[in-house]
């Protein structure tokens, strides 16, 4: 069947598919409708997840499910099984935790994402990938290729800390000249006292 209602989706030609009888849903996803270019199409919304996605078909026939956003197509659905868990794949997303990482395509099992990367060699097994977990939380995670493991990504502070440390050691090399011009005042008080006393001395002496 001709699709009738038509989309784009990064250069390409998305049609919705009319059809959806023979299709194979994903778990806890239910019917629903939604907007796509004005119109209402028929979609599946994954309540746990806060996820909707509809079935289409590119120009070369290939059907795919992919998630529906604000009215548009966001990007393909796709999953990946990792440790038994289910995870979906999410795009790239830049942030301060991804500023130093390295955009490169992620291999886990058959599966090709995109991800980011170390430039470390000692880091050359992890990659870091942006997933949505079983509870439906969004986050970046770190997987480690040869044990195939998986666990929520903590971004190096080590600019931060390096800020820090110039800080701390401003706040050092301030409070030392401060220190040292209070004491060599002190003791320039302290001598100009000793020489008016002595003055003082001096010169009732003599007048005696």
Known sequence: ?????????????????RN????KLPADYEKTTVKLEEQDIEAFKNEKLN?????????SGEKS???????????????VTIGGKLYVILD?????????????????????????IFDNENQANYSIVYLINEKGEKGLYTYEGTEGTLQKY????????????YVLI?????????TG????????????????????????????
């Open 1 to 17: 069947e001709t699709p009738l209602v038509y989309t784009k989706y990064k250069d390409v030609n998305l049609g919705v598919v």
């Open 20 to 23: 959806l009888d023979d299709i």
């Open 51 to 59: 996820i909707t996605i509809a079935y289409l078909v590119n120009e």
């Open 65 to 79: 499910f992919y998630i529906i956003d604000e009215n548009k197509v966001q990007q393909k659905y796709e999953t």
């Open 92 to 116: 790239r997303i830049k942030s301060e935790q991804t500023s130093l990482l390295k955009e490169s395509t992620v291999k886990i099992g058959d599966i090709e994402l995109n991800g980011w």
């Open 154 to 165: 903590v971004a190096s502070n080590t600019s931060s800390n390096s800020t820090l440390t």
């Open 170 to 178: 401003g706040t050092t090399a301030v409070f030392a000249i401060t």
């Open 181 to 208: 011009v209070a004491v060599a005042m002190y003791f320039n008080f302290k001598k100009k006292s000793i020489s008016a006393i002595k003055d003082y001395y001096d010169s009732k002496n003599q007048g005696e």
